[in-house]
């Protein structure tokens, strides 16, 4: 059974930083590309940051380039999102995602985290 599970969500003020976890089991995390994607309120869900199967190559969102850090730990089935210098604008639930190819797509989603940003 997969298991995609988000924590680390929570308020803080602009300026701020939080480090968001995605703990996953029942599927080969290693080879799976891991994204974080966020959705706030009625905008449709964007695709924040993504890092391939074995590290080293991530992907982000022009507006977090800078503040965001997408990174995994393969021996934990865990990947991060540890977010600096947070925007008011940046306030969604954010959700973990797993895709890999083997003959078909095969794609995992976690329930989400709420980050809210205020003062």
Partial sequence: QV????SGGGLVQPGGSLKLSCATSGFTFSRYAMSWYRQAPGKERELVASIISLGGISNYLDSVKGRFTISRDN?????YLQMNSLKPEDT?????NARGT???????WGQGTQVTVSS
């Fill in 102 to 108: 083997f003959g078909r797509v095969y794609e995992y």
């Fill in 75 to 79: 021996a934990k089935n865990t990947v």
């Fill in 92 to 96: 969604a639930v954010y959700y973990c």
């Fill in 3 to 6: 298991h995609v599970v988000e």
